[in-house]
Each structure stands twice: as structure tokens, then as C-alpha cells.
């Protein structure tokens, strides 16, 4: 009896696998660069909020649900808005590096592949981060809206004059819901289960949490979804098929098989 757990395309995938020291010092250095870029948007305040009335009108025009009736739910009770703060707080980077680590260990192949979407997706962000600097709905008076992480906690940001880790007027597009939605996108691809549809629950929980705790808009979230549109769009999947179609016909046929082809001559 064979034994094997694995997968032969997971085996065939191992080769496929870079060194860990390169991609640890490449995704490090794309971070770096990216937190830089985002810096340089930073002092566009006039702008940001310019813009932001503006995506704030046209989400009226389009008859987009308000975000307030997202964050009415929350309000609800303290724990509940507690809760949605500390998911936008602590979930977003923790989540898409286990994601990564755990496709390079069992999915080297699809390791790239993600690797590169998010990476793609990450220097479009930033080129319109630079070109469309946008405060979020938090920021604007007009929205009504609560910027709950400021009065329930916890939050990740100060005062904007004061802030130098982050750029808070880079709202658009959402690389919360982006990544969220890569990474349900990218299990879904590269594993079998019939319950890997649930992971699209991350990037439908990351959407609500960052509309209801008023850190973006609506049109925050489609624009990221259309850039990682784009990026699927350019960037090709691994040939998984190609590989388990080549170990199939390199597979030896067993005996029991050969007798009944030659039974039914």
C-alpha cells in the first residue's frame, strides 16, 4: 500500500520552492520601499480632503449604501466595536504573512505566483496613493461618521500632524480588503477542500470591519478589486495540471490493469 500523504503536484512544487533567505530579504525590501513611497504622499492634506468630498458625493450618485449603516451595527455595543478595532488592528499583516509562509512550505509554486499578485497589486496602490491622496471617511465631517478606533480603541494611528509611521491620507485603494481578498483568492487556487470557499469570509469580515470602524469608503474596496483584477489578469497561475498530467503518465500501470486491457481485446 502506498503510504503517501502529499500530493504527486505537491511533490513536483518542492523544486519550485526559492530560498527562504532571498525572499525574506525581497519581501522586506518591498515593504521598506512601499512604507517609503507612502511617506512622500504624506502633507497632501488640502488635497485628501478635497477628494475625499469628492469619492463622498460620488458614492451618493452611484446610490451606494451608506457606511454608516455598517457602522450603526457596530455601535451596538462596546465589545463588538472593540472587537472590529482590534481585527483592523492586528489582523492584516499577520494574516498575509501566515499566508505566505504557508504557501511556500506546501505550495511553492503558487508561493510565486501570490508573491507577485500582491506585489503588483502593492506598487499600483502606491502609484495612486501618490497620484489621489484621500483622507478616510473618519476624517470627514460631512459622513457623520464615528472614527471608532479613536474613541473605543485600540487604535493604530495618532494625530495625522504627528503621525510619522503612517500615511493616514492613502485611503484609496484599500489594501486591507485588497490583500484579505488575494488571500482567499490565492487558498482557494491552490488547495482541494470542498470548504476552501469559506476563506472568501476574510475578505467579506475585513470589508465590514473597515467600512463600520470608518477607515475607508466603499469605493476604497472596488478599486482594489480592480487592480487585483488587473494583476490576476497579467500575472499567470502555476501549470499545477501540466505537472500532475506528467507524473500520471510517468506512473507505472499495475499489473490487475494490464491483465483487464488485455482481457478485453
Keep these: 500500500m502506498n503510504a503517501r500523504t502529499e500530493p504527486p503536484e505537491a511533490e513536483a512544487d518542492a523544486s519550485a520552492r526559492p530560498p527562504l533567505l532571498r525572499e525574506l530579504l525581497l519581501v522586506a525590501g518591498l ?23 469628492h469619492v463622498w458625493d460620488l458614492e451618493r450618485a452611484l446610490h451606494l449604501p451608506g457606511e454608516g449603516t455598517v457602522q450603526s451595527l457596530l455601535l451596538h455595543g462596546d465589545v463588538l466595536v472593540h472587537v472590529a478595532n482590534t481585527y483592523y488592528a492586528t489582523v492584516h499583516f499577520p494574516a498575509t504573512a501566515a499566508f505566505l509562509v504557508w504557501l511556500w512550505l506546501r505550495r511553492p509554486a503558487h508561493y510565486v505566483w501570490a508573491r507577485r499578485v500582491l506585489a503588483a497589486l502593492t506598487a499600483a496602490a502606491l502609484v495612486l496613493h501618490l497620484a489621489f491622496p484621500l483622507a478616510p471617511p473618519r476624517m470627514l465631517a460631512a459622513t457623520g461618521l ?15 500632524s504627528t503621525d510619522h509611521l503612517s500615511n493616514q491620507f492613502a485611503a484609496m485603494p484599500s ?54 483584477g488587473l494583476a490576476l489578469r497579467l500575472i499567470p497561475l502555476p501549470h499545477r495540471t501540466a505537472t500532475t498530467a506528467g507524473t500520471a503518465a510517468r506512473r507505472p500501470v499495475p499489473v490487475e490493469e494490464r491483465e483487464l486491457v488485455v482481457a478485453g481485446r
Excluded: C
Design 31 to 53: 515593504f521598506l520601499v512601499y512604507k517609503f513611497g507612502r511617506q512622500l504622499a504624506a502633507g497632501h492634506t488640502g488635497e485628501a480632503f478635497r477628494n475625499a468630498h
Design 146 to 160: 464615528v472614527d471608532t478606533a479613536r474613541v473605543y480603541g485600540p487604535s493604530v494611528y495618532g494625530p495625522p
Design 175 to 228: 489594501l486591507h480588503f485588497g490583500w484579505a481578498l488575494m488571500l482567499a483568492i490565492g487558498l482557494i487556487v491552490a488547495t482541494r477542500s470542498r470548504w476552501r470557499w469559506l476563506w472568501l469570509l476574510h475578505p467579506l469580515l475585513t470589508l465590514l470591519v473597515i467600512v463600520g470602524t470608518a477607515n475607508h469608503f466603499w469605493l476604497d474596496s472596488i478599486m482594489a478589486t480592480v487592480l487585483l
